[in-house]
């Protein structure tokens, strides 16, 4: 019984830090609804495209930190494997789909990066660099993800990370991908193509 509990316990606090809205939070305080601007995604890259550099910066570090969080809240209450790996699903099911903006979040990406640079430090940072590098030359969020999870997964292989790990770091960023195209799909054409765009407001609350 205390095993369930726990368990449950695990899920349910990982879907709602999940749920935490960082971006609208965030971008309230920088005087915008990130659900009315750009792409309307709930998410780090529209907080930086138009809320600016620091708001972005603050979306980012909290998204990611997170998505680590409920993986170490998991590792602590249960241990078990499968449990976390749970964990870190529901964490990115509670930012796409949070109960406190009635199921209307993000796209997950900053929480995936952060429950897998929990699991895998050594791997992501060096998966993070190439990815990074990616996203500057071509300021394409999608071709970041790309650049990002590819690696990763080679670089578990390399690293001999168990096949688990292997399997759910290629797992894992789909859900993140699903609802890209999930939230994407209707969108007017200059809407999709802001959508994988990345670049930074000059002014707090305006576009480019």
Not at 40 to 53: I, Q, W, Y
Not at 117 to 128: D, G, Q
Not at 171 to 177: D, F, K, M, Q, R
């Amino acid at each position: 019984m205390f095993t369930v509990i726990n368990i449950v316990l695990s899920l349910v606090i990982a879907y709602l830090l999940g749920s935490i809205p960082f971006a609208y939070i965030i971008g309230k305080v920088s005087g915008l609804d990130v659900r009315k601007v750009g792409d309307r995604n709930v998410g780090t890259f529209n907080v930086f495209r138009h809320a600016g550099l620091i708001a972005g910066i603050a979306t980012l570090i909290a998204d990611v930190g997170k998505g680590a969080l409920v993986i170490v809240i998991a590792k602590a209450l249960s241990g078990n494997e499968l449990v976390v790996f749970g964990a870190g699903v529901a964490a990115v099911i509670g930012h796409n789909w949070p109960v406190f903006l009635h199921f209307r979040g993000g796209r997950g990406l900053a929480v995936v990066i952060g429950a897998l640079l929990a699991l895998l430090p050594i791997e992501m940072l060096i998966a993070a660099a190439v990815g990074i590098l990616v996203l500057i030359i071509t300021r394409n969020s999608v071709w970041f993800g790309v650049a990002l999870f590819i690696p990763l997964v080679l670089l578990c292989w390399f690293f001999g990370e168990p096949v688990s790990l292997l399997i759910y770091s290629a797992a894992l960023p789909c859900l993140s991908g699903f609802a890209h195209w999930l939230t994407t799909r209707h969108l007017p054409p200059e809407a999709q193509k802001e959508a994988v765009s990345f670049w930074v407001a000059r002014k707090r609350g305006h576009g480019r």
